[in-house]
């Protein structure tokens, strides 16, 4: 069992890397060069949302320092607006500019490309819900040791 949950840990792992890599593709054809792939899914993970850095963090699972350093850069390159909350003025609300919602729609059309090409690689939809299933598994699994060892 060792070498295979060793083996199902490492391809999620290089799956993600390679998810990253998919998106860089996208955004290198269609010329977009200011902002990154990292950048691009936590955009279009906003969507039409308006949230808070904390927002943001808990529903996209990004590392808090990194999320602010790429709303940072996101804010410079002209993706995002940022209001600050008029009853916390600690907390800052962003949501997409028109340039923002533009690459979203450009995001939105590949990805919806790549779902109309996932017949041609053999993968079904029955497929993909039982691999979904499988890392919800991982997921909770690895969270209980995360508060096992917090708490214990």
Do not use: C
Request: charged letters at 25%.
């Amino acid at each position: 069992m060792n070498h295979v949950y060793y083996d199902a840990t490492f391809l999620i792992e290089r799956l993600h890397r390679h998810y990253l890599e998919v998106v860089q593709v996208e955004l290198d054809r269609t010329g977009v060069q200011d902002i990154n792939n990292v950048q691009a899914l936590i955009l279009y993970n906003l969507a039409h949302d308006e949230m808070t850095v904390g927002e943001l963090t808990a529903r996209g699972y990004y590392l808090g320092s990194n999320v602010s350093y790429n709303l940072k850069k996101m804010f410079e390159a002209g993706y995002l607006l940022q209001e600050r909350s008029p009853h916390d003025r600690r907390s800052v609300r962003v949501k997409l500019s028109e340039k923002g919602l533009a690459l979203h729609k450009t995001l939105e059309a590949y990805f919806e490309k790549q779902v109309s090409m996932l017949p041609q690689a053999d993968i079904a939809s029955d497929e993909i819900i039982k691999t979904i299933d499988t890392l919800k598994k991982f997921e909770r699994f690895w969270s209980g040791i995360i508060n096992y060892n917090r708490v214990g």
